[in-house]
């Protein structure tokens, strides 16, 4: 069977670059990563001329130049006028493939995978999983975890993983956010006993990190990704290994996924504000006012929801909400449904809509 050359097109965001990278393992076939450094000012330009490198700094960029490939997976409105400048240079024989909300008239590719927070309907050329793509599973961070559970043997069980994300849309994660979050945890951990392991990541605002560590009353191990600590790496992998449970801020849907493929209990924290929102200064900021406005005003596919995703996951069993944490462990866990046997079902079934555009079927 022919396989086809692909193209990668990384960006600045893991979570984008993560999918798309799961979806090109997954295929099978020779991969070669294109790293792209986008210019502030991208914007106009990928509106205004579509198929364009004049967005990117094309000298801090992976070089762009034949042979070409066959297939391109890109993901992120900075990449798009990439993989399109792309098919043009090779005649329009590259294949298309773009992982999120694409900006481009949904026609400008071959296939999309998306996520139901992009208001994107399934069919024809668009796929829609229930969570982002990752390439996580128990057997995968299991050496990981054993490799950190002895550095960890002094927190009582059971362990919660607390991982933390950060600003994202029109949710801004706050001290009184932090603050928040703690108290949940602490309510949680209160009914069971147990330590935490926390995790939080490269979007999380210091302060609303300092409120979160000033509130938090139970046994924790914790990994900060921008302070000095003594942890010999990034124990992320480990502490999704290790849980016994987990919280998740809802705003991250990377996140989610990985916490959901663990197949154990998983609590959503929700980071939305109580109250009228206008009342807070921090709201007028650009993106999170931008974001409002766009959920009012822009067409549907061009909206953002991760509401979506947390209310499909308690509607599946798969999560509940933090705050009813103490009533549910009152009765038991009983409630959580375990995720599918195959956490990589998404990713396989992508993979398998992208072989088809090569003419292979399945497998």
């Known amino acids: 069977m022919m396989q086809a050359k692909v193209w990668t097109l990384l960006g ?16 099978g076939w020779p991969v070669e990563d294109r790293h792209i450094s986008a210019r502030a000012w991208e914007l ?13 700094d094309v000298a801090a960029s992976s070089p762009l130049a034949p042979p070409w490939p066959d297939l391109v997976i890109s993901a992120g409105r900075r990449n ?13 024989r590259v294949k298309l493939v773009h ?22 309907a399934q069919g024809g050329n668009v796929l829609v999983n229930p969570l982002p793509l990752h390439p996580l599973s128990r ?19 059971p362990w919660t993983t607390v ?12 001290p009184e956010t932090g603050r928040r979050l703690a108290e949940g945890v602490n309510r949680l ?6 330590g935490v392991l926390v995790s939080d990541s490269p979007r999380t605002p210091a302060p609303a990190r300092a409120a979160f560590q000033a509130a938090l009353t139970v046994p924790a191990e914790c990994f900060w990704f921008h302070a000095r600590q003594d942890w010999p790496g990034n124990p992320y992998r480990g502490f999704l290994g290790l849980a016994d449970r987990f919280v998740v801020t809802g705003e991250s849907m990377s996140m989610l996924a990985e916490a959901a493929a663990m197949g154990r209990p998983l609590y959503v924290f929700d980071p939305s504000e109580q109250g009228q929102w206008w009342w807070r200064a921090h709201n007028w900021r650009h993106k999170p006012l931008s974001h409002r406005l766009a959920m009012r005003l822009a067409p549907v596919r061009m909206r953002r929801d991760v509401g979506r995703i947390q209310a499909a996951l308690v509607a599946q069993g798969q999560a509940r909400w933090l705050e009813e944490a103490p009533a549910l462990i009152a009765g038991g866990e009983g409630w959580f449904g375990a995720t599918a046997a195959d956490p990589l079902s998404a990713a396989r079934r992508a993979a398998e809509r992208v072989r088809a555009l090569f003419g292979h079927g399945p497998g």
């Open 139 to 157: 057997e995968s961070v299991a050496p990981e975890a054993a490799r950190l559970g002895p550095r960890l043997a002094h927190l009582p069980r």
């Open 189 to 194: 951990v209160a009914a069971t006993g147990g």
């Open 99 to 120: 992982v999120g909300r694409p900006w481009a008239p949904l026609d400008t590719w071959d296939l999309v995978v998306t996520t139901p927070q992009y208001f994107l």
């Open 80 to 92: 798009e006028p990439v993989a399109r400048w792309i098919r043009r240079q090779a005649g329009g």
């Open 12 to 27: 600045r965001k893991a979570g984008d670059n993560t999918q798309v990278e799961t979806l090109a393992a997954m295929l």
């Open 163 to 174: 991982l933390i994300g950060g600003d994202s849309g029109a949710f801004v994660f706050t």
């Open 44 to 56: 106009l330009p990928h509106l205004v001329l579509g198929e364009t490198l004049w967005g990117i």
